[in-house]
Each structure stands twice: as structure tokens, then as C-alpha cells.
């Protein structure tokens, strides 16, 4: 028994992620295999790479808080993370490879907490040090906006096809 539907439909969505295999994901994924980090250049991954540090969570720890500042991007490389509203309502789960908190890129506010669901293994990097490798590589800043603005408009296409399927009679 539930005492919300959300709390049942994130059940239903923790038993099909479980049995396919996501909770037990082991391998490390690189930031070469990044979906936002997609088509840089060799030397600019190598520098982005260097502006990263590296950070571990634990279990049902928080990673961002919806009212903290949007001042980094997080970049998932191993455990999978909850994204929540305020209500406790989880929006996604995302698995490695997956970058979090990237709306900072575009000066926006946070808009919902990250929790780690199991161990989490992130790269982050903070935005002073991400504006400072636009200026030095602004080819490869630019490669990452588009695949932002490619992610996003995948996301709204999502929401929306969302919507039509709940609001059909």
C-alpha cells in the first residue's frame, strides 16, 4: 500500500530499473562519454577534464538542493541519481553519463533537489571555471551549448508528448 500514486509509480519504476540491471552498473563512465561533452576536441576534454573535481555520495544524500546556487554542473560517471521536487515527487532517474545541474550553463536558478540513490561518482565543475574555459576554448564551449540546447528541446518534445497523452480522452 502507498499513501500517494507517486510513491507507487516510483516503486513500479525502482522494480523495471532493477530488473534490468541498473542498480548493479559498476563500470565507470568517462567524461569522453558524456552525453553533454559529445563531439569535443581531444584537448579541450583534456582541459575540462582538468577543471573537474571529483566527488563521491553516499546513499539518499543530497547533491543539490533546488534552493542552493546554480553555480556548477555535475557530471554523473558512476551510481544512478533522483530527481525531486520539493513534494518529494521524483521527476527522473538518471544513470551514468548523464550530466545534472547543467541549467547553471544558461545562468538559471536550480529548480529541484538531486538525491544519490546508490554510491554516486561525479565530476563536477563550477561555472567561474567553466566560463574561464570558454574563453580559452570557445569552439569546444560552443559544441557543449548546442548539445545543451539538443538535450532540452529533446526533454520539452518529451513533456509534451506527455501531456498530449494525458490530457487525451
Request: aromatic content about 8%; overall charge negative; some cysteine.
Given at each position: 500500500?502507498?499513501?500517494?500514486?507517486?510513491e507507487a509509480?516510483?516503486?513500479?519504476?525502482?522494480?523495471?530499473?532493477?530488473?534490468?540491471?541498473?542498480?548493479?552498473?559498476?563500470?565507470?563512465?568517462?567524461?569522453?562519454?558524456?552525453?553533454?561533452?559529445?563531439?569535443?576536441?581531444?584537448?579541450?576534454?583534456?582541459?575540462?577534464?582538468?577543471?573537474?573535481?571529483?566527488?563521491?555520495?553516499?546513499?539518499?544524500?543530497?547533491?543539490?538542493?533546488?534552493?542552493?546556487?546554480?553555480?556548477?554542473?555535475?557530471?554523473?560517471?558512476?551510481g544512478m541519481?533522483?530527481?525531486?521536487?520539493?513534494?518529494?515527487?521524483?521527476?527522473?532517474?538518471?544513470?551514468?553519463?548523464?550530466?545534472?545541474?547543467?541549467?547553471?550553463?544558461?545562468?538559471?536558478?536550480?529548480?529541484?533537489?538531486?538525491?544519490?540513490?546508490?554510491?554516486?561518482?561525479?565530476?563536477?565543475?563550477?561555472?567561474?571555471?567553466?566560463?574561464?574555459?570558454?574563453?580559452?576554448?570557445?569552439?569546444?564551449?560552443?559544441?557543449?551549448?548546442?548539445?545543451?540546447?539538443?538535450?532540452?528541446?529533446?526533454?520539452?518534445?518529451?513533456?509534451?508528448?506527455?501531456?498530449?497523452?494525458?490530457?487525451?480522452?
Amino acid at each position: 500500500d502507498f499513501a500517494q500514486l507517486d510513491e507507487a509509480i516510483e516503486w513500479a519504476e525502482d522494480q523495471i530499473i532493477f530488473r534490468y540491471g541498473g542498480f548493479s552498473q559498476t563500470s565507470d563512465v568517462s567524461l569522453n562519454d558524456q552525453e553533454l561533452l559529445q563531439g569535443l576536441s581531444a584537448e579541450g576534454l583534456a582541459d575540462l577534464e582538468g577543471l573537474c573535481e571529483s566527488r563521491s555520495y553516499h546513499p539518499g544524500e543530497r547533491i543539490i538542493g533546488r534552493t542552493d546556487e546554480a553555480d556548477s554542473v555535475f557530471f554523473l560517471q558512476r551510481g544512478m541519481v533522483s530527481v525531486k521536487l520539493s513534494d518529494g515527487v521524483r521527476l527522473a532517474t538518471l544513470v551514468p553519463g548523464t550530466a545534472f545541474g547543467e541549467l547553471a550553463l544558461l545562468g538559471g536558478p536550480r529548480s529541484a533537489d538531486v538525491f544519490a540513490d546508490n554510491s554516486v561518482l561525479c565530476q563536477r565543475i563550477e561555472i567561474d571555471r567553466f566560463n574561464d574555459f570558454r574563453e580559452r576554448r570557445p569552439a569546444d564551449a560552443e559544441r557543449i551549448m548546442r548539445n545543451l540546447a539538443d538535450l532540452l528541446a529533446h526533454r520539452l518534445l518529451q513533456a509534451n508528448t506527455k501531456i498530449e497523452l494525458l490530457s487525451a480522452n
